[in-house]
Nanobody
Framework: QVQLVQSGGGLVQAGGSLRLSCVAS????????MGWFRQAPGKEREFVAA???????????DYATSVRGRFTISRDNAKNTLYLQMNSLKPEDTAVYYC??????????????????WGQGTQVTVSS
């Protein structure tokens, strides 16, 4: 089993920044796919960003159009930690954010049904 523990959510003003963290423990492998998803009140959960790597080399990154240029997904392999750096935050970014992981890399990374492991979620609220 892989356990994902999130931190870093909170309340910020529009235009501010937050960094979300997701620490993986248990069984981890050199080849991995991880992603961030979010769900706003009254809406379906949507894709935010994804990253893939083999060993220490990141070879794939993808972002939703709504966050491209403002959010950055990255990982610290030594710490088994995934990050989502969120800059220029907007009220529309308010949602519960989830990290997710899978040991495979042969699927569409924006498809949430393909991920086997999920974090507990953390609230991000952006005030106007």
């Amino acid at each position: 089993q892989v356990q994902l523990v999130q931190s870093g959510g909170g309340l910020v003003q529009a235009g501010g920044s937050l960094r979300l963290s997701c620490v993986a423990s248990g069984r981890t492998f050199n080849t991995y796919t991880m992603g961030w998803f979010r769900q706003a009140p009254g809406k379906e959960r949507e894709f935010v960003a994804a990253i893939r790597w083999s060993g220490g080399f990141v070879y794939y990154q993808d972002y939703a159009t709504s966050v491209r240029g403002r959010f950055t997904i990255s990982r610290d392999n030594a710490k088994n930690t995934l990050y989502l750096q969120m800059n220029s935050l907007k009220p529309e970014d308010t949602a519960v954010y989830y990290c997710a992981a899978d040991l495979d890399r042969y699927f569409t990374s924006s498809d949430q049904s393909k991920y086997s492991y999920w974090g507990q979620g953390t609230q991000v609220t952006v005030s106007s």
